[in-house]
């Protein structure tokens, strides 16, 4: 009873009184409740995920799903050759595979109306310039530069093509010239393409371990998604496997890029496109 009278007390001298009062209440009752949320690893926030998912794999998803994925807090990605992106709630995104189609489109005025986003996918294959391929964070850097003077956010995804060796060595590399701290100073969404692991956890949570820590470490307010993919080449995955990712996932990491890709000369290797089990994931998440 003291507590409550000290609350009507209180809001008579309102706001400052019964602000008080409040945080006297909050305290006393979220107390029991506070060692135990320290000890867990992802709290209710960290279970919030972000995602980013393109356009033609959002339409391959259960009405439900693609309709839990058209709000604020996600990324729909759509390719460059589209005129205008459809409306929606949303975050728009633009992808280009080298900064040197980024910088035409700029230059002729065929950046799609509506994006919010460019997202720059530079790897190892035909679609990078090998100029780029050999020197990612210059480009990135300039990509950099052109988006923040033609008002659009960036999104960094290289490919883990583009460092040498074996995953060790490719790690080694990584961690040696603090690649993922330095292309955060460029861009504000850094995505880890993880996906290429996800049947080695050990490997997968290396690599987002060491990249996180990299981006977290700068002083720039980067946000860093790891990717996740239905049917990459290492075989097709079952949507509790994507969950263990998922609920495993460092504290700290934003969200996922959702990949469900169709075999074809982005993705040679990968296996048959598996859009049941991005469902089974997201309804298995409540969406």
Not at 91 to 117: C, I, N, R
Request: aromatic fraction near 10%; proline fraction near 6%; glycine fraction near 6%.
């Amino acid at each position: 009873m003291g507590l409550y009278s000290t609350i009507r007390r209180a809001r008579r001298n309102f706001p400052i009184g019964f602000a008080l009062a409040l945080v006297l209440s909050l305290t006393v009752t979220g107390s029991a409740h506070l060692s135990s949320l320290q000890n867990t690893k992802l709290s209710v926030m960290q279970r919030s995920w972000s995602w980013m998912i393109s356009q033609s794999a959002r339409n391959l998803l259960n009405t439900s799903v693609q309709q839990s994925l058209n709000s604020a807090a996600n990324y729909i990605i759509s390719p460059s050759t589209t005129n205008a992106l459809p409306p929606s709630s949303a975050q728009s995104v633009v992808t280009y595979k080298s900064f040197t189609d980024f910088q035409a489109a700029l230059q002729s005025h065929s950046v799609p109306q509506g994006t919010q986003w460019i997202l720059l996918d530079l790897e190892k294959w035909q679609f990078t310039p090998l100029a780029e391929q050999k020197d990612p964070l210059k480009y990135y850097s300039m990509a950099s530069d052109y988006a923040k003077r033609y008002g659009y956010g960036l999104i960094a995804a290289p490919g883990l093509s583009l460092f040498p060796g074996s995953f060790d060595q490719k790690l080694s590399y990584i961690e040696r010239s603090n690649f993922y701290g330095k292309v955060s100073k460029y861009a504000s969404i850094v995505e880890i393409q993880s996906q290429s692991l996800e049947f080695n956890n050990s490997n997968f949570s290396r690599l987002v371990d060491t990249a996180l820590t990299q981006a977290k470490t700068t002083d720039q307010l980067t946000s860093v998604f790891a990717g996740l993919s239905t049917n990459p080449p290492a075989g097709v995955a079952t949507a509790s496997q994507l969950l263990n990712l998922v609920n495993s996932a460092p504290i700290g990491l934003q969200g996922f890029w959702m990949n469900i890709p169709s075999p074809g000369a982005m993705c040679p290797n990968c296996n048959v496109q598996s859009p049941d089990v991005a469902d089974a994931m997201f309804q298995a998440l409540g969406m």
